[in-house]
């Protein structure tokens, strides 16, 4: 990728700095088992600041590039928003909403940026594996964080670039990887997407001269039955359960975006804990409702069945792995993804001129993007002094200076009230005060029932106050049992 210097402005071409969103799906995929704010920060600061140019310069080109069904795409947007304007924990999860808004942003940027040479990203295809065989025998302690199950989501992809543009020697190789990362799901999803293949072209396929794609699929199969553990079977069951009654609870708009992890516990009395519901299907149904979810079905078939080429087959295998495993509901899945599906369908997309009428809304949307982008890193800073105010506390607390962690925690609670961060910090220093001091205990029983007030979903405080209450104040205990009752649902 080549920078121009534009000799008649003193900055980058604008055609050049509309690439840079390119490379984050990528680079979030190598990172993402070390994601922190700070990444955070920077990942969502550069597809925001790269959509601001692609807007300008389709205003520039006066034309914009759509999809034929881009109502549906507009329609799903719109439901999530929805769904997070409803959201009774709406202060818990809006730092989660940037995350889901800048893979639509990536969908949209992908179809607008002309000649996408993809042979540019081929380095973080390999850094990604890198780091998942030096985690594999040194131990970089990233499995848990990184998931070996979203490794395999993302070599999937890697391995289906590498398919359609030839080069089979890297797809056998990222294939391999999967192999390793014993993802059942992925497996599955393979095996299943086969199927749909042959059965789409099983007039044109010779099985006889295919002895070795019938091999191939006898050893997937045969992974399957060895590999499959029925523990993981019934820990998705329940964890299936939990969503549905999540959806019961609230159809219409759900809970909001990647509210699971904070919900889950009251729909559950399993201690089988997941900040995933390991079905990305359901998962919408509990967090964005039923409008996301039809949205989001019909938006997914009518782009499939724009597709002709081996990428129709790859995005039904990774819908499939989306039923049983991780992959959409992280981060870096759901922009790869997004970025995947947008490339597949610009052969399929249109080419809108720009009328008076449109070119208003679209500086209206440039407008915005720009303030949003303010208000984005003002929310950043924020977000960066709340870090600094747990890890400050936290290491005041590992040198046993008790007084200076607490003062600090309560600074941290009356400066930024609503952050449950923050919350359970203070929780957590006077946790350990208590257990030095037991008359501190009051101050503990105290912090747990602020974190209920930002979140009166925790079955965990319930218990605990209830476990301490019993010794100090049966009347608390009936009032935090009166309490479960209403948002403890199982």
Known sequence: ???????????????????????????????YPFWNIYLYFL????????????????????????????????????????????????????????????????????????????????????????LF????????????????NLFAFIFMIFSAIFLSKGKYYYAIL????????????????????????????????DWKSNKIMLFIISILFLFLIIFIEPKSVFDRLSWWGSALKMFYER?????????????????????????????????ILAEGGIFSFIFFVVFVFLSIKKIYTIEK?????????????????????????????????????????????????????LIFTFFFLVYFVYLCYLLFDVDYIIRKSRYLLGINNYSEAVKLAEFGIKKYPSNIDIAINRANIYLSLANKEPN???????????????????????YTLIKNYKNMDQDAVLDVYERMKKHIRS
């Open 313 to 365: 087959y790859i995005i039904i295998a990774l819908l499939i792995y989306s039923f049983f495993d991780i992959g959409l509901d992280t981060v870096c899945g759901w922009w790869l993804f997004m970025f995947y599906l947008a490339y597949s369908l610009r052969n399929k997309s249109y080419v809108f001129i720009i009328n008076d009428l449109s070119r208003k809304l679209i500086k209206f949307i």
């Open 174 to 205: 990222f294939f391999v990887a999967i192999l390793f990362t014993k993802s059942i799901a992925s497996i599955f999803s393979i095996l299943m997407s086969c199927v749909f293949y042959a059965f789409d072209n099983r007039k044109n396929i």
């Open 43 to 130: 990942f969502n600061f550069l597809i925001i600041f790269s959509f601001f140019f692609v807007i300008y310069y389709s205003i520039s080109k006066e034309t914009i590039i759509l999809l034929s069904k881009i109502k549906y795409f507009f329609y799903l947007f719109c439901s999530f928003i929805f769904s997070y304007a409803f959201s009774p924990i709406k202060n818990l999860i809006s730092y989660e909403y940037v995350n889901l808004v800048s893979g639509f942003l990536i969908f949209f940027c992908v179809l607008n940026v002309e000649e996408i040479e993809i042979k540019w990203y081929y380095f973080l295809f390999f850094l990604t594996l890198l």
């Open 1 to 31: 990728m080549n920078f121009r210097w534009n000799q008649s402005f003193d900055y980058f071409s604008i055609s050049d700095i509309r690439r840079i969103i390119l490379f984050i799906p990528f680079l979030t995929s190598a990172l």
């Open 133 to 148: 065989i030096l985690d594999s025998f040194i131990d970089l302690g990233i499995s848990q964080k990184g998931n070996l």
């Open 251 to 283: 159809p219409i708009f759900g809970w909001g975006y990647s509210s699971f992890t904070h919900i889950v516990s009251a729909f559950s009395n399993s201690e089988l804990k997941s900040i995933y519901p390991h079905n990305y299907f359901l998962g």
């Open 440 to 462: 501190k205990i009051i101050n503990y029983l105290k912090s747990l029932e602020y974190i209920l007030l930002l979140n009166p979903y925790r079955r965990d405080i319930y």
